[in-house]
């Protein structure tokens, strides 16, 4: 046997789990101590009733003979690719329900992509600081991995490179940055990636959080980007289906390499690896993305964004550099005084109890920048935010 030595590369979870380490650490030797945390990434808000009410349904289904169901088909039912289709109108953009695949959730299907593309021969362009799976499975594939850096230089929106690469991932509204392409600017990647013949794999997972209207939904609202990209949607932020899982992924049929069209390769992974989301997960979906699924859903959104406000107005006040907020559940800031991440992690920790993410655990880009979450309580946040105005 010979195992996949890439897997040596990774780095194990270091992030996530210093982190606890070092909350435990301070509640152990101070159990009195009041921590909010800031630095979830998960949602925290109920689901939309009717997408509960349809998942209810569906399981009620399974439960008698005549409307019990079993394997449904891998790529997704058609309802569900439909709902899919009938979102993307909402953005002006016009779909084929077999250019959508459904999954369970855009974490397995982002990482399953890259079995169509052939290991150790690719260039792949991975943005750092970053959300850790990009890297981690250009890692296991042994592609060439060329880091784009994102500054505050760029407003951490890095623009195309001046050579040519083969996959490249971008994530707008970026996790964990907050930064969020313009037209123009994401315009400027699909004419490079089209220049070079490269995929962009295009993480949408925070789309519902775009507000400004010069910020497309899609990187199918670009032009020319059916030719050079996959987009990933995910209802876990969107919709708070991180425990319930569902997602989806498009494959342009215009996409091709070669002339092999890689949504048919996309088909041929998921129909030999993957035996279909679960069905009232898709029901779930349905109901989610239909007008009143999403109007419940931006409910949801909005009370987040009320944690936006009360995070970015301390920071406006305190003229501190940050990018996000206005279009994403994140808020990236540089930390005072020059302070490294993990130093102003300890810092705020010890000082006002607050848990957040320090930047540089997503990439050395990230040193000196810190992550605050909107997916606490409104009252949580509001009394986080008044301790760290008082540190700033
Ligand atoms: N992509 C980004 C940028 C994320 O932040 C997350 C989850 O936090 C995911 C993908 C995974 O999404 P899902 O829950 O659909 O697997």
Redesign the pocket.
Known sequence: MKINKNYSKLEENYLFTEIALRTKRFCDANPDAPVIKLGI?DVTLPLPEIAADAIITAFEELKHAETFRGYGPELGYHFARKAVTDYYKNYGVQLDDGEVTIGD????D?ANITDIFEKSANTVLVPNPV?P?YKATSLMDNQKIVYIECTAENNFLPAPPDFPSDIIYL?SPN?PTGATFNFAQLQAWVDYANSCSAVILY?N??ERFIEESDKPHSIFQIDGAKTCAIE?G????TAGF?CV?S?YTVVPFALKSDGILLNRMWQQRQTTKYNGAPYPQQRGLQAALSPAGITQADRNIAEYKKNSALITNVLNEKKVFYTGGKNSPYIWFRCPNGMSSWDFFDFLLNKVNVVGTPGVGFGSCGENYFRLTTFNTCVATKEAMERIRGIL
Do not use: E, Q, V
Not at 105 to 108: E, H, N, Y
Not at 234 to 237: A, E, H, M, Q, T
């Open positions: 990434g959730g855009i974490g397995s982002i959300y799976l994530c996790n993480d997972a925070y990933f995910s209802l876990s932020k991180t899982r997602g």
